[in-house]
């Protein structure tokens, strides 16, 4: 097997100067011509002589064509393997595509690389199609094959904004790296050629594809010539099965099928399908064809294809819709909503229309044509589209479904919770049979708690704010069932209790997949609901986990979903963990989320992008995003909240920590109030780490753990309770369990609340804050303002580590090659950070952090320790010690250096 490992130019030099021969091997386009020049021009730098000899049709005839063509003046084989032989020390020999060389050229390369013994690199396609006189070398011992491996999906997506210019849509990105496989010529090509064609467009949000990528002219010869040798009866089912995309394998003639198997065209996959090995070979088989029998083939296909059962006839539909077919109305329209479900609205919106040519008032169609062309960004045409299906209503069921899909464009879209629970209350007036009912009962409740209206119906404007969520419904036979089902859900998981989401969401994982087809984003809904429970279990290290695997399998197989994935890890990582990344996802997510919003959460996005800009020192980017908040998602608790979150930190920044506390605490009990159970009691708890309106806070956290359930609340609940207590033991394992589950804020917080105690409790604790994972500098923490003038310098840190290790100052100033004097000063430094005065209290933090945290670098953040770090911060009425044990706040900001 070859080595795979990446190669670069640096690497090939280092194996030639060490005497290597080496063939490389790869594919047409990924980029073998590219690395020798780039190694011709690295030794050419360093004094050897390395011109690159190329194989090539036009010097293939030609007797040492290839070496004539070098620019040096060679008349035998003997007279270059001469000279190679005289100034082996200074040569080096570079020969590309080693497939093409002619065979006097060929002869040469062989000894110089057998008997000679010259450093070489080579290249061919792959070894088994090279000359067998490469093979004898291979197999003698005297070459080692090195694959070069295609671009990096890093690599691929910078090759890829280069090429545009800008960034291009996840949907776009997707699909061309899918198509390219990371061969560099094939990004480049297929890039051309989308263009070229309008098929790969710029928009506000980047170059987005309207259709499926193709590639240029070019690339579709090169790679079209594997099809040369068909007959042409093994032609036409290539041609078949590249319009169908793919075909039972029933339905490919047998001989035709072995025939296009041997030959590398196609490939059959475990449900007995039939597609094409590269779908870019659509392209080149179409210009085979002319557009008459190109058209005529596709009929024939879609005819057969619509007589073959239900599946089939939705598949139809397309290719009847390209070519200007028939199109069966029926199929068309199903084929839409499961389009629209699968988060595909250019198809839905194609396959409505083709409807709506013909029926005009399918409500259905309408429906599917309105929400298409919200999620397309259109302005009018969704409010077109979905009041006329409202107008066409002919019984209850239609009338439900259309307002529901008019709540769901105002909501997820338009970013107006109101108008949503407005259109559904209009169509509660008028609906009177039980189940549809029953639907538009469930989707009032989903969108009066995005816009923070608790569970309050409209007949019940004065009720309670906490009333029973209604039953889930029993008959999941169709899409509006399902999506009560997933209401009742993102429900459980919204207000609680916790244990009712666990259970829903049991019953969501046996819904027929025929069913949740037809329903819009409704498995990622069910996917939203399930790490939004795991998360709430207090498990946030398997949250985070869940969500980097979702986020990359979402790049390459569902890009419109990312923006829902960025915001939910970038809200983990806001109140657990890392304040920077959170940030960044955030400003991704919105990114992504103007492109495609499948749930209406672009203005959390938003909000959150706010925040952690604020609690990343950009305020300037806080303020901007938060004015870029429509008005109408002002109302949204998630919004509230961390619009509430953001005031607080600046008050906190300010050094008002009573207003910052007042701030978090209004926040939660507004939050409590809208049903928000989990984020009321994520905002209470920032309170609770202020050491702030103790009591306030250990009533709304007991309330949210009772209705909401689950380990997070519970464990929130404890702290809340310890710090109001001043109990010191409590606190120590609550911070060592938040540590556990992920929650460094929440630990470290707690351990630096405990660093300045004079007891055991205190020595513990700064051992404990140094082996925090998260470096402390990127994370939003609430006790003590925040201040970097203790964080280590890189320096400072590895002085730390040699001295913990023994090394004397000199020792480690001869390592460094600065003088004793500059070392000491470092130590200083590092002594006064740490808080500690000896270096036998140096090598015990650094080992007991090393134990702790054996991956987590001890002392690359923030020192914290005896009192230094966490120093006391008073203004003229408040104190940050108050309620803590006896003899705490006495100490105030007292230093022991």
């Given at each position: 097997?070859?080595?795979?490992?990446?190669?670069?130019?640096?690497?090939?030099?280092?194996?030639?100067?060490?005497?290597?021969?080496?063939?490389?091997?790869?594919?047409?386009?990924?980029?073998?011509?590219?690395?020798?020049?780039?190694?011709?021009?690295?030794?050419?730098?360093?004094?050897?002589?390395?011109?690159?000899?190329?194989?090539?049709?036009?010097?293939?005839?030609?007797?040492?064509?290839?070496?004539?063509?070098?620019?040096?003046?060679?008349?035998?084989?003997?007279?270059?393997?001469?000279?190679?032989?005289?100034?082996?020390?200074?040569?080096?020999?570079?020969?590309?595509?080693?497939?093409?060389?002619?065979?006097?050229?060929?002869?040469?390369?062989?000894?110089?690389?057998?008997?000679?013994?010259?450093?070489?690199?080579?290249?061919?396609?792959?070894?088994?199609?090279?000359?067998?006189?490469?093979?004898?070398?291979?197999?003698?011992?005297?070459?080692?094959?090195?694959?070069?491996?295609?671009?990096?999906?890093?690599?691929?997506?910078?090759?890829?904004?280069?090429?545009?210019?800008?960034?291009?849509?996840?949907?776009?990105?997707?699909?061309?790296?899918?198509?390219?496989?990371?061969?560099?010529?094939?990004?480049?090509?297929?890039?051309?050629?989308?263009?070229?064609?309008?098929?790969?467009?710029?928009?506000?949000?980047?170059?987005?594809?309207?259709?499926?990528?193709?590639?240029?002219?070019?690339?579709?010869?090169?790679?079209?010539?594997?099809?040369?040798?068909?007959?042409?009866?093994?032609?036409?089912?290539?041609?078949?099965?590249?319009?169908?995309?793919?075909?039972?394998?029933?339905?490919?003639?047998?001989?035709?099928?072995?025939?296009?198997?041997?030959?590398?065209?196609?490939?059959?996959?475990?449900?007995?399908?039939?597609?094409?090995?590269?779908?870019?070979?659509?392209?080149?088989?179409?210009?085979?064809?002319?557009?008459?029998?190109?058209?005529?083939?596709?009929?024939?296909?879609?005819?057969?294809?619509?007589?073959?059962?239900?599946?089939?006839?939705?598949?139809?539909?397309?290719?009847?819709?390209?070519?200007?077919?028939?199109?069966?109305?029926?199929?068309?329209?199903?084929?839409?909503?499961?389009?629209?479900?699968?988060?595909?609205?250019?198809?839905?919106?194609?396959?409505?229309?083709?409807?709506?040519?013909?029926?005009?008032?399918?409500?259905?169609?309408?429906?599917?044509?309105?929400?298409?062309?919200?999620?397309?960004?259109?302005?009018?045409?969704?409010?077109?589209?979905?009041?006329?299906?409202?107008?066409?209503?002919?019984?209850?069921?239609?009338?439900?479904?259309?307002?529901?899909?008019?709540?769901?464009?105002?909501?997820?879209?338009?970013?107006?919770?109101?108008?949503?629970?407005?259109?559904?209350?209009?169509?509660?007036?008028?609906?009177?049979?039980?189940?549809?009912?029953?639907?538009?009962?469930?989707?009032?409740?989903?969108?009066?708690?995005?816009?923070?209206?608790?569970?309050?119906?409209?007949?019940?404007?004065?009720?309670?704010?906490?009333?029973?969520?209604?039953?889930?419904?029993?008959?999941?036979?169709?899409?509006?069932?399902?999506?009560?089902?997933?209401?009742?859900?993102?429900?459980?998981?919204?207000?609680?209790?916790?244990?009712?989401?666990?259970?829903?969401?049991?019953?969501?994982?046996?819904?027929?997949?025929?069913?949740?087809?037809?329903?819009?984003?409704?498995?990622?809904?069910?996917?939203?609901?399930?790490?939004?429970?795991?998360?709430?279990?207090?498990?946030?290290?398997?949250?985070?986990?869940?969500?980097?695997?979702?986020?990359?399998?979402?790049?390459?197989?569902?890009?419109?979903?990312?923006?829902?994935?960025?915001?939910?890890?970038?809200?983990?990582?806001?109140?657990?963990?890392?304040?920077?990344?959170?940030?960044?996802?955030?400003?991704?997510?919105?990114?992504?989320?103007?492109?495609?919003?499948?749930?209406?959460?672009?203005?959390?996005?938003?909000?959150?992008?706010?925040?952690?800009?604020?609690?990343?020192?950009?305020?300037?980017?806080?303020?901007?995003?938060?004015?870029?908040?429509?008005?109408?998602?002002?109302?949204?608790?998630?919004?509230?909240?961390?619009?509430?979150?953001?005031?607080?930190?600046?008050?906190?920044?300010?050094?008002?920590?009573?207003?910052?506390?007042?701030?978090?605490?209004?926040?939660?009990?507004?939050?409590?109030?809208?049903?928000?159970?989990?984020?009321?009691?994520?905002?209470?708890?920032?309170?609770?780490?202020?050491?702030?309106?103790?009591?306030?806070?250990?009533q709304i956290l007991d309330v949210a753990a009772a209705l909401g359930g689950g380990?997070?609340?519970?464990?929130?609940?404890?702290?809340?309770?310890?710090?109001?207590?001043?109990?010191?033991?409590?606190?120590?394992?609550?911070?060592?369990?938040?540590?556990?589950?992920?929650?460094?804020?929440?630990?470290?917080?707690?351990?630096?609340?405990?660093?300045?105690?004079?007891?055991?409790?205190?020595?513990?604790?700064?051992?404990?804050?140094?082996?925090?994972?998260?470096?402390?500098?990127?994370?939003?923490?609430?006790?003590?303002?925040?201040?970097?003038?203790?964080?280590?310098?890189?320096?400072?840190?590895?002085?730390?580590?040699?001295?913990a290790q023994r090394l004397t100052a000199k020792e480690i100033a001869r390592r460094?090659?600065?003088?004793?004097?500059?070392?000491?000063?470092?130590?200083?430094?590092?002594?006064?950070?740490?808080?500690?005065?000896?270096?036998?209290?140096?090598?015990?933090?650094?080992?007991?952090?090393?134990?702790?945290?054996?991956?987590?670098?001890?002392?690359?953040?923030?020192?914290?320790?005896?009192?230094?770090?966490?120093?006391?911060?008073?203004?003229?009425?408040?104190?940050?010690?108050?309620?803590?044990?006896?003899?705490?706040?006495?100490?105030?900001?007292?230093?022991?250096?």
């Amino acid at each position: 097997m070859p080595d795979t490992a990446n190669l670069s130019s640096d690497a090939l030099r280092h194996a030639v100067e060490a005497g290597a021969a080496i063939l490389v091997t790869g594919p047409r386009g990924i980029g073998k011509t590219h690395t020798l020049r780039a190694l011709s021009s690295a030794l050419s730098r360093s004094g050897r002589t390395a011109p690159v000899i190329a194989g090539s049709n036009r010097s293939g005839g030609i007797p040492l064509g290839a070496f004539a063509a070098a620019g040096e003046q060679w008349h035998s084989a003997a007279s270059v393997i001469d000279t190679f032989a005289r100034e082996r020390s200074a040569r080096v020999l570079l020969v590309d595509d080693v497939d093409a060389l002619d065979d006097a050229s060929l002869f040469v390369v062989c000894q110089l690389v057998a008997t000679t013994r010259i450093p070489a690199v080579l290249t061919s396609r792959s070894l088994t199609t090279a000359p067998a006189s490469i093979q004898r070398l291979y197999d003698g011992g005297d070459l080692t094959e090195r694959a070069l491996a295609p671009l990096t999906d890093i690599e691929a997506k910078q090759l890829l904004t280069e090429l545009l210019g800008a960034s291009a849509t996840p949907a776009a990105r997707a699909a061309i790296l899918a198509a390219a496989q990371g061969n560099p010529l094939h990004v480049r090509e297929i890039v051309r050629g989308s263009v070229d064609q309008g098929r790969l467009v710029e928009t506000a949000h980047g170059w987005d594809l309207v259709s499926a990528p193709v590639p240029s002219p070019r690339l579709s010869q090169l790679l079209g010539v594997r099809l040369d040798e068909l007959d042409p009866r093994a032609l036409d089912e290539a041609a078949k099965i590249a319009i169908a995309d793919a075909l039972p394998r029933s339905a490919v003639d047998g001989d035709a099928l072995r025939t296009l198997v041997r030959s590398g065209v196609v490939e059959t996959t475990g449900d007995n399908q039939v597609r094409l090995v590269d779908p870019l070979d659509v392209e080149h088989l179409r210009s085979r064809f002319a557009a008459p029998a190109w058209r005529e083939l596709a009929r024939e296909v879609a005819e057969q294809m619509r007589a073959s059962g239900p599946l089939l006839a939705r598949r139809a539909v397309p290719i009847a819709l390209e070519h200007d077919l028939e199109v069966d109305l029926d199929a068309a329209v199903e084929l839409a909503e499961r389009a629209l479900a699968a988060l595909d609205p250019r198809l839905a919106m194609r396959a409505a229309n083709a409807v709506l040519d013909s029926q005009p008032d399918d409500v259905r169609a309408l429906r599917v044509a309105g929400l298409a062309a919200t999620a397309l960004g259109e302005t009018a045409l969704p409010d077109a589209h979905l009041g006329r299906a409202l107008e066409a209503a002919r019984d209850d069921a239609d009338t439900s479904a259309a307002a529901i899909a008019t709540a769901q464009h105002l909501g997820n879209h338009r970013h107006d919770p109101g108008g949503a629970v407005l259109a559904i209350d209009e169509a509660l007036r008028v609906v009177t049979a039980p189940e549809p009912l029953a639907h538009l009962q469930r989707a009032r409740l989903r969108w009066g708690a995005v816009a923070g209206q608790g569970a309050s119906s409209p007949a019940e404007p004065g009720a309670a704010t906490r009333t029973a969520p209604l039953d889930p419904p029993e008959q999941l036979d169709h899409p509006e069932a399902a999506m009560g089902l997933i209401a009742a859900g993102v429900s459980g998981v919204i207000a609680g209790p916790l244990d009712e989401a666990t259970t829903v969401l049991h019953r969501l994982e046996q819904l027929p997949s025929e069913v949740l087809a037809r329903v819009p984003g409704g498995r990622q809904l069910i996917d939203l609901t399930a790490i939004m429970a795991l998360s709430y279990t207090g498990d946030i290290l398997a949250t985070r986990r869940r969500l980097d695997a979702t986020i990359a399998t979402s790049e390459r197989d569902a890009p419109e979903e990312l923006g829902v994935w960025e915001y939910a890890l970038g809200v983990v990582e806001l109140f657990s963990s890392d304040a920077e990344r959170a940030y960044e996802l955030a400003r991704s997510a919105s990114a992504h989320l103007a492109w495609r919003d499948t749930t209406g959460l672009l203005p959390a996005a938003q909000a959150l992008a706010a925040a952690a800009a604020l609690a990343t020192g950009r305020e300037i980017e806080s303020a901007k995003a938060f004015d870029a908040i429509s008005e109408t998602a002002a109302i949204d608790p998630k919004v509230v909240m961390l619009r509430g979150w953001a005031t607080a930190w600046q008050h906190h920044l300010e050094r008002r920590p009573e207003a910052a506390a007042r701030e978090l605490v209004t926040t939660a009990r507004s939050l409590l109030d809208a049903q928000h159970t989990f984020l009321a009691g994520m905002a209470a708890h920032c309170a609770a780490r202020l050491n702030r309106r103790r009591e306030e806070v250990v009533q709304i956290l007991d309330v949210a753990a009772a209705l909401g359930g689950g380990g997070l609340l519970a464990l929130l609940a404890r702290h809340a309770r310890a710090v109001r207590d001043g109990d010191t033991a409590s606190l120590e394992q609550i911070a060592a369990d938040a540590q556990e589950l992920g929650l460094d804020v929440t630990a470290a917080d707690t351990w630096a609340l405990l660093a300045d105690s004079p007891s055991r409790p205190g020595a513990r604790a700064r051992r404990h804050l140094a082996a925090v994972p998260t470096p402390l500098t990127r994370m939003a923490l609430w006790t003590g303002p925040q201040d970097r003038s203790h964080v280590l310098t890189e320096r400072e840190r590895q002085v730390a580590e040699l001295a913990a290790q023994r090394l004397t100052a000199k020792e480690i100033a001869r390592r460094h090659s600065v003088s004793v004097h500059t070392v000491n000063n470092q130590l200083a430094s590092v002594f006064r950070k740490l808080g500690i005065s000896s270096r036998a209290e140096l090598r015990e933090v650094v080992e007991a952090a090393t134990a702790l945290s054996p991956v987590a670098d001890p002392l690359a953040r923030p020192a914290r320790g005896k009192g230094h770090q966490v120093r006391a911060v008073r203004d003229e009425r408040e104190s940050w010690h108050e309620g803590l044990p006896q003899g705490r706040a006495a100490r105030g900001s007292s230093h022991n250096t």
